[in-house]
């Protein structure tokens, strides 16, 4: 059954991952292409939703901007460790000294193994292994050596591993969101793809929200929709309600 749309009753709020869900996973995180239209019907929505709509990744919030260019919208990058809010206001955590540790830790290894790709993020730090999905053990053994007497968190996510800071993430970033004009009031709308998501998928659930998780898999989502196609979709079919 395809997906419905909330009732009228509320203005929403949506939220939206990036890799997974507006655009395909590709092999390493600088191949991937966003489809022709995809920033023009962003900005419609964000212009239809009053400004309430913001882009929450793992990516960096200037990675996002320069895939999405030339729209410009509310963003939460690296997990909500950098967030920017719809007047613009930018907060970043400081770079962390644990994870450069992790970067050179892990150098050696990645050097040896020109097919996997070590993206420093500065306050984050993402092992991707999806080129070799063979070496996923040896990746995680030498993510546990790298982390071996540091304070940080690992996520799983699709075909990736990512270090960050304890205490973040997307549903944080979410919550932060919804306290602040304008999608304070709103009902929260989250699209999202992968474990990094649950989170969110959290978050949205408290608040009464709409949990959309897209393809297959265990999930804590109230709502699945199919494909990434199925995403713009939807989302076009949104744009069109909202007009």
């Known amino acids: 059954m395809p997906l419905s749309f909330p009732g009228p009753e509320k203005p929403i709020a949506l939220f939206l991952d990036f890799d997974g869900t507006l655009v395909e996973i590709a092999p390493t995180p600088d191949q991937v292409r966003v489809a022709p239209g995809l920033p023009a019907l962003i900005e419609t929505l964000r212009d239809r939703l009053g400004g309430a709509l913001a882009v929450v990744s793992g990516r960096p919030i200037a990675q996002i901007d320069a895939l999405l260019r030339p729209a410009h919208v509310a963003a939460a990058g690296a997990h909500g460790l950098e967030r920017r809010g719809a007047d613009d206001s930018l907060v970043s955590a400081p770079p962390s000294a644990a994870i450069h540790t992790v ?15 070590l993206e420093d993020k500065g306050v984050s730090l993402s092992l991707h292994y999806r080129r070799v999905p063979g070496l996923e053990a040896q990746c995680r053994a030498a993510m546990d050596a790298a982390l071996d007497g540091l304070d940080l968190e690992l996520l799983d996510g699709k075909m990736v591993l990512e270090v960050r800071p304890h205490g973040m993430d997307k549903g944080r970033a979410i919550a932060e969101f919804v306290a602040e004009p304008p ?17 969110g998928f959290d978050r949205v659930n408290a608040h009464g ?32 309600r909202l007009a």
Request: net charge negative; aromatic share 8%.
């Open 183 to 199: 999608f304070a009031g709103r009902l929260p709308v989250f699209i999202g793809d992968d474990r990094t998501d649950e989170d």
């Open 103 to 117: 970067r050179d830790r892990l150098l050696p290894f990645v050097a040896a193994r020109p097919e996997l790709v």
């Open 209 to 240: 929200g709409w949990s959309i998780k897209v393809g297959v898999g265990a999930t804590r989502a109230t709502r699945r929709i199919g494909d990434v196609a199925e995403v713009h979709e939807w989302l076009r079919a949104l744009a069109d």
